[in-house]
């Protein structure tokens, strides 16, 4: 562990080189008993395709490391491409309680930030989780920042250049600090500390039947650091309409270091997809969860074949040259999140 904050250090953005994507295996049947089985079927599925650009990095108890290999080894050399570790989790959602790592431009260092996750609020178990930035900074070897503010991976967006997003809706609830709000100066002035970033766009709320009160990863998303897909909903009457168009009017006043304005990407959001006898009435279905690797990016679709044909058309206009790979979402989204949500990318 590192004293003190970073220095000289920045969070790249996701559309940079990366080393590797982390992922946390569903090994906990208690977290998702309805799903469980189809969500290791969608995680191999997932993971093989991961391996044709990149390498993998997989957070699982030791005795499912073979049964893992197995669901991914369906493309040639695909296990050449995966690092597994007896790291047990809670959760999947590697995105959140997985290393959110820096980068020092002038060494090509990178480090590890580990702050501290509580399951969104107290919500849901976490101690295992929890360990996991500690866990990847001792088999990377890595230097280790660590705060004791909460933060999720998932709460936060940056361009790479020091801008940075992030909702009110979960960095200032008071279930993320114990009970007590914090103050946006206190949130502001550890993000700028531990992150390297300069300026912090505020969102109010995020979009219904989110568990994690409101990521940022299911509104807005950078595509380059001037540029941003923005999630917008048509229909007035539903219950997203307003907190979306609250967020695409902010964004005409953002601006980037050099005061230049964002290109705005609207992508409309999926129909709602209702859940019957579950614990989230209406599933977090978004299409700016997607998932960014080195020449491709993964796409949730949720079988709406003319929303879903939208969705993708427009993101891979927002990536020229990387391949888009469409995944069907439904059982993740079950279980609260989709592709960005489980995975963590590692940069070079």
Known sequence: ????????????????????????????????????????????EIAANMTRYQRVRINAPENMHMGIRLSIADNEGALNMVDLYNHQTNDVWCR????????NDTTGQVSITDWKFDGWGGKFEAGLDNTIPEKAAEVLKMDRYVSDMVLEGGAIETNGKGLLFTTEAVLLNPNRNGGKARKKEEVEKELKAMLG????????KGIEGDDTDGHIDDLVRFVREDAVICMVESKE???????LKQIREQLDDVRTADGSKLEIIEI????????????LSRLPASYANFLIVNN????????????????EDKIAECFPGRE?????????????GALHCIAMHQPK
Not at 4 to 26: D, T
Request: hydrophobic share 40%; proline share 8%.
């Open 1 to 44: 562990m590192s004293k003190g904050y970073p220095k000289n250090h920045r969070l790249p953005a996701e559309f940079e080189p990366q080393e590797a994507v982390w992922l946390s295996w569903p090994s906990n049947k208690e977290s998702c008993p309805k799903t469980y089985l189809k969500l290791q079927d969608k995680f191999g």
């Open 96 to 103: 959140d309680h997985g290393p959110i790592f820096i980068k």
């Open 197 to 204: 970033v300069t300026d912090i766009v505020w969102f109010k």
């Open 237 to 243: 009457n539903d219950p997203n309409y307003k907190a």
């Open 268 to 279: 409309e959001m999926p129909n709602a997809i209702e859940a019957r006898d579950w614990r």
């Open 296 to 311: 491709a990016v993964f796409v949730p679709i949720f079988g709406q074949k003319k929303k879903d044909a939208m969705a």
């Open 324 to 336: 888009i790979i469409s995944v069907t979402c439904k059982d993740l989204v079950m279980e609260g």
